[in-house]
C-alpha cells in the first residue's frame, strides 16, 4: 500500500512538474484565441501529452531489455544533468519559439499546432525524465504510474483553461519553475542512480 501511494505520488509530481512549461503556453493560447479555438487547444495539449507519456513507455521498455540493471541506471545521469542545466543556467525562452512557431503554422490546423507544441515544446526533457523513472518500475507500479499519468494530462486538459486564467500566473511560472524542475530532475536523476544499484555497483569498482 505505502508502495502505491508512493508511485501514485511521485507520477503526479513529475508530471506536474514538467508540465510547468506547457501550462505557461497554455496560458499564452488560450488568451491568444478566441473561445471557438479552446478546444482545439484543449485537445490538443491532450493528445500532444499522451503522445509524449507513449515514447517515453516506448523507450523504457525497450531499454529494460538491457540485462544489467545498474548500466541502466546511468540514464538517471540524463535527469540529474538536466536538473543542474536548470538550477544554473534557467530554461530556454518558449514564449519566443511560441511566437515562431505560430507565425510559421498560422494557415494550418490549431490542432495540429497544439499538439506539435505539447510535444516539441519540452519533448526530449520530458522524456529524459519519464524513462529513467518508467524502468525503476515493476509491471503493476508501471501500470499504475501509467494511469496516474493520464489522469493528470486530462485533469490538465479540462482545468487548463481555468488555471491559465489565474491572475498573473505567467508571471510566476516564469520565475519558479526553473527550481521546480530542478529540483524534480535533480531528485528523480539521484533516486534512479540509486534505486538501479548503480552507485553501490561504481563504489564496489573504487
Keep these: 500500500m505505502v508502495n502505491m501511494f508512493s508511485v ?3 507520477s503526479t509530481v513529475i508530471y506536474w512538474a514538467t508540465a510547468l512549461d506547457l501550462l505557461k503556453l497554455l496560458a499564452i493560447l488560450y488568451v491568444r484565441f478566441d473561445k471557438k479555438s479552446h478546444l ?8 500532444g501529452s499522451f503522445a509524449l507519456v507513449v515514447v ?4 523504457a521498455v525497450i531499454l529494460k531489455l538491457v540485462p544489467e540493471e545498474w548500466i ?43 499538439i ?14 519519464f524513462t529513467p ?28 483553461k481555468t488555471i491559465a486564467k489565474i491572475p498573473h500566473l505567467h508571471d510566476v ?8 524542475l530542478a529540483f524534480v530532475y535533480i531528485i528523480l536523476g539521484i533516486m534512479v542512480l540509486l534505486e538501479s544499484g548503480t552507485v553501490s555497483k561504481i563504489l564496489s569498482f573504487l
Design 72 to 114: 541502466l541506471g546511468l540514464l538517471g545521469l540524463i535527469p540529474l544533468g538536466l536538473g543542474i542545466k536548470y538550477l544554473f543556467f534557467g530554461d530556454d525562452d518558449d514564449d519566443e519559439e511560441l511566437d515562431e512557431l505560430l507565425q510559421k503554422r498560422k494557415n494550418k490546423s490549431l490542432l495540429g499546432t497544439v
Design 133 to 160: 523513472f518508467f524502468m525503476t518500475l515493476s509491471a503493476n507500479n508501471l501500470l499504475l504510474s501509467i494511469i496516474i499519468f493520464a489522469l493528470n494530462i486530462l485533469i490538465l486538459g479540462l482545468l487548463g
Design 56 to 59: 517515453s513507455l516506448f523507450f
Design 116 to 129: 506539435i507544441i505539447s510535444f516539441a515544446s519540452c519533448g526530449a526533457d520530458n522524456i529524459a525524465l
Design 40 to 47: 482545439s487547444i484543449t485537445l490538443g495539449q491532450i493528445i
Design 8 to 10: 501514485i505520488i511521485n
Design 173 to 180: 511560472l516564469e520565475k519558479y519553475s526553473r527550481w521546480i
